[in-house]
């Protein structure tokens, strides 16, 4: 049975930092891509970042780019987004997921991924 739970939301001022981990069990964490996706209140999942099972390719959505990181430790199933500079609008919950493709697109459009997580809430204050 596939299990994924992610970790670290919490509430944080505006221009501050938090970092999430997503950790994965009941399947083979290294031949999966991970991807960190969120929802907003009202509006649809969207793409956040994900990262290839050797981590040499990466995605970021436009909104995000220079301020998050995706990272992940296969020996530890673990994957992480480091979130710097954080802004109101990213106020959301945060919901980790896993793909055994790599695409920019699916990772966009939040389709292609099997297994994922509960969520995490992410509340940013202005």
């Known amino acids: 049975q596939v299990q994924v739970v992610e970790s670290g939301g919490d509430l944080v001022q505006a221009g501050g930092s938090l970092s999430l981990s997503c950790t994965a069990s009941?399947?083979?964490?290294?031949?999966?891509?991970m991807g960190w996706f969120r929802q907003a209140s009202g509006k649809e999942r969207e793409g956040v970042s994900c990262i290839s099972w050797s981590g040499d390719d990466t995605y970021y959505a436009d909104s995000v780019k220079g301020r998050f990181t995706i990272s992940r430790d296969n020996a530890k199933n673990t994957l992480y987004l480091q979130m710097n500079s954080l802004k109101p609008e990213d106020t959301a919950m945060y919901y980790c997921?896993?793909?055994?493709?790599?695409?920019?697109?699916?990772?966009?459009?939040?389709?292609?991924?099997?297994?994922w997580g509960q969520g995490t809430q992410v509340t940013v204050s202005s």
């Open positions: 009941g399947l083979t964490f290294a031949d999966y891509t």
């Open positions: 997921a896993a793909s055994p493709y790599f695409s920019s697109a699916y990772c966009r459009s939040a389709r292609g991924f099997d297994y």
